[in-house]
Each structure stands twice: as C-alpha cells, then as structure tokens.
C-alpha cells in the first residue's frame, strides 16, 4: 500500500509493504504542501502514481493523514485554518483521483495508532500520546483504542495570561508549543533564535534567559497533563514531536512539576515516543492495513 | 437481580426483574451509609438478604456501585475519603457473604451507564454525563460505551483562586458543587441556607447575592465543560444530581457562558439528565444483567 502523511509543510509519502506487526518501506517520496484541498489530492494523486510504479504488485490501498480537525468517519476535512480547507471530501476525491481504496485519518491519530501498535506505547491500556511540535494535540487511548476526541492538549487554559492564535488565553501550547519557546525567548532577549532546539542548547549551557523560558513550558505542559489525569487518569503520556528530542532535558523537570502538582490523581509515567516523524506515516499504513483487512 | 448504590450518607437496593431495556423494580430498600468496607459488606448483606426473601425466583446476581476511586476489573474500592476504606474487595467479601456473583462498579459512571441505555443519552455517541451534587464527577461517553476513565471534571483547575478538599486549587466543584454554592452564599450574606436549592430559589426571587454566587458556579462549569470539550469534543454534556434540578435556571446561563468561552471546540449540546437519584441503582442492575449475559 502507499502511505501519505500531509505535513503542515511538507507531504510525506512510502511505498510499504509487509505484516500490520512488520511494516516494510519500499520507497519514499517528499514534497512541500501546498494550501487547499484540491491542491494536496493533485499532489497527492501524483506522490502516489509515482510510487505506484516502483510497487512491484498492485497497490490495493492508500492511506491518507492530515492535519486539523477530521472526521475519520466521513473521510472529510473538516478544518485547517493553515492548509485552508473546511469540510473538504479528501477520501471521495482521491478515490476518484487514484482510482484506489483510500483510509483517511487525522496525523495526530494516526501517529498515536502508530506509537501504540508499533512504538513505545504497546503495552499501555490507557496512554495519551502527545507530540509537541509548533502545535500541540494528543491522541488519547483508552482500553487500547484511540479514540476519535479531538485531544487538543495544547488548547486548553492552564491559567497564564497569554493569547493563543486560536483566540483563547492560556493555552498549553502558548508556551510549551516550539515556535512559542522560540519566539517567547527572543522577545526575552532581543535574539533571534532558529527554533527551541536552540533554547535547549542555550539552557543546556547555563542560559538564565532559556531556562525560564524552558521553565514555563514545562510548567504549561505539566499543568495540561494534570488536566488529562484527572480526566482520564493514563498510565503514561508518550511524548514525541521535535520537543521531545530535547530527551531529559524535558522529561525530568516535567517529571518534577508533575510530582509537586498531583494530589489525587495517578502520576502518569513520562516516555519518549519511539517512531519519531515517522510516526504518521506509519500509521497511515496501519489505517489502510485495517480498511483492507475489514472487508 | 438485586442492585445496590451505596451513596455518601444512604445507600439504596432494589429487587429488580426485567429485561435490559425495561427494568423493573419489585421492591425498594433504603438505610444510612456507615463507613469503612466492612460495614458496608455487612449493611449490603442485610439488605441482600431482606429483599431476597421477596423475590419469587432464585436471585442470580448482585449489582454493587460504590463511590470514591473505583477499579471495576479487579472489584475493588480503591478509595473513598468520606467513607473511610482504600483497596477494599468488595466483589469478594459481598460474594463470600451472600454466596451469590457480584457485578462491581462506580456510582457515578453505572449512573452514566444509566442514562445512556435508558435515559437522556441513548442516542448519543460521545458524551459526557455529569451529576452535580456535594460533589461533582462524569461519566465519559466514547464510541458509545462508558469509559473507566476517573472523569474527575469537579477537580480540574479553572482559574479561580479558592481552595478545594482535595487540596488544589480552582476546582470546578469548590464553585459549582451544591454544598459550595450554600456555603459561599452563607459566608457573602451571613444567612445560613439549607443548601443549593435554596439558593436557587433566592436566585428567582431576585437576590443579587444569590445571582452572584450562581453565576460563579455557571462559569465554574462552564470552563470545566469547555475542557472536555477541547479534549474529547461530547455531542452533549447530561448534566443530572441535585443542582440540575434547577433544570433551566442552570442551563440557560450556563449554555450562554458556554457560547462565549468556545473558539474552535465543538459546543456541545446541555441536557438534563432522565433517570434522577435512581440513575446509580439502574446503572448497577445494568452491570449485573451484563455480568449474567457475557457468561
């Protein structure tokens, strides 16, 4: 089958083949994303052709993720306020596309689907899988599912004063998100920094500036996670996304905070997800895997 | 098959006949909750025995719903402040005493179970149910079953700067719980009042206190409803217990603060919940007939 991850800004594609337990990427492609749904099924439709002709049998299947707000059920888009759809039919328009069965699913979903069968989240029941990038969402499980909830972690108010893009204030991602660590640390300093890598280094070597900034990231996120244990009490929250290869330098201080903020709720366990930016990709095969095995 | 709903000052049994979808209750006990497992085995057992002697076929099966933190796979009570037990069996000593199988679970989502099978939730697929009394907790409704999810909604941090038992602050419940609203009124105005349903009624009578501690409660909710709906988007919040018996006098303003708070969430629907303070005992005769069905 072909899998596509459509990136906020690059569209990820693979020719893979084998087992649901052992998947085989065969060929790769990428390619920048271009706004409107109608432009991503043309590049899409020619992502696939092109590894459809490296595909030594028929492809049976696609499976398609992207991002924003998406109703598996109905194969639609429903919004992105960055790639510019609202209720776009992505499932029915690249099946007329491609002329081939298509599972369509939600990138933070897919990748938690992904970190649950394949990666660092196997053997958890109950796991919100969380990758912090620019943005902020989770793919919550529960009883070894994950659900369909929109699990926007990053877009609930844990109490600091700061706007949000998505027009509330005291979002998790107002602060822990990368581009605010980024930009929240240069308005500190009047640096220009390239990303919050970059504070991380500049923490890593004894910058008070970074490690404030750093400081109230983790206390954002600790903060949201405390909100999804009394909810949902997980074992563990599966961090990944380009934050989470800040390693310890994440996980221990958020470990701490947490300890000091749960009082009745179960502390969840804090990992590293496994499967990297790989993890869509990945679980947009599992998703035509389980279309095709279904029928 | 005999239900049981052990509240935090009564617990309830009923002889109860039937099928799934139309219960029926044959007969009624009620007596006070006194603390610890033991004496609520014991308790339990004496109601068990009383209603048994009524029935007019072999009792098959017994349904237990307790309060606190509950673990339904293992039959324990895990918790409860109020009532005094931690890690307490509760399947095996009711078993041991009535020689008869035991279906264990929590009040508040057997409640929830309830509502969805019987009540104000059947057609919904994702929702959350939320009875609001001294306490407030919810019954998380995905793909159409009750999750075991804590749902701790009342101890969720919505900003404000009050204590709460539980040892945060800004709980949800330390505003909207029902002793919370007699008791903030009782410290504005120095008039002891018998609890929220009084205040409700000053409320209509035009009480400008009255109106000012509702309306805190109304937003208490509110932002602890719009964190659920960031994170697991419900089709419809069924709000039940004591308050929501002030039916529109809570869910109008609360609808209205709700329509202010949302940006990207989907808003969900406000109901009342159909099953009132049988909810728990239906929901615990629900158990036991699935217990009996799945063997």
Chains 1, 2 share one sequence.
């Not at 790769?28 to 409107?36: D, G, I, Y």
């Not at 899988?129 to 529960?142: D, E, K, N, Q, R």
């Not at 996980?251 to 993890?279: H, I, K, M, S, W």
Request: net charge negative; glycine share 12%.
């Amino acid at each position: 089958m072909i899998a596509v991850d459509v990136g906020g800004t690059e569209t990820k594609a693979a020719l893979i083949t084998g087992t649901p337990s052992h998947l085989d990427r065969r060929a790769q492609r990428r390619r920048p994303t271009r706004p409107t749904g109608d432009a991503v099924v043309e590049d899409v439709t020619a992502l696939v052709d092109d590894l459809r002709a490296e595909s030594p049998a028929p492809v049976d299947a696609i499976g398609l993720v992207v991002p924003g707000m998406v109703d598996e059920r109905t194969g639609t888009g429903l919004y992105s306020a960055n790639l510019d759809w609202r209720d776009y039919p992505f499932t029915e328009r690249l099946e007329a596309a491609t002329r081939t069965r298509t599972a369509f699913g939600h990138d933070v979903r897919a990748g938690g689907l992904a970190e649950l069968r394949l990666g660092n989240a196997q053997d958890l029941r109950n796991a919100v899988i969380m990758p912090i990038g620019t943005g902020i969402a989770a793919a919550l499980v529960i009883d070894n599912r994950v659900t369909d909830a929109p699990g926007e972690i990053g877009h609930v108010d844990v109490g600091h004063p700061d706007p949000c893009g998505c027009g509330q204030t005291g979002c998790v991602e107002a602060r822990a998100g990368s581009a605010a660590i980024a930009r929240r640390y240069a308005q500190r300093t009047n640096t220009e920094v390239k990303g919050a890598a970059e504070v991380a280094q500049r923490l890593r070597a004894g910058d008070p500036d970074a490690s404030i900034v750093w400081q109230e990231a983790v206390d954002a996120l600790a903060r949201g996670i405390l909100l999804v244990a009394s909810l949902l009490g997980p074992e563990a929250v599966v961090l990944g996304g380009g934050l989470a290869l800040a390693g310890p330098l994440l996980t221990d201080p958020l470990g701490r905070r947490l300890d000091e903020l749960v009082t009745f709720q179960r502390r969840p366990e804090l990992r590293l997800a496994a499967l990297g930016d790989e993890a869509g990709c990945l679980g947009a095969a599992l998703l035509a895997i389980d279309m095709v095995e279904e029928t």
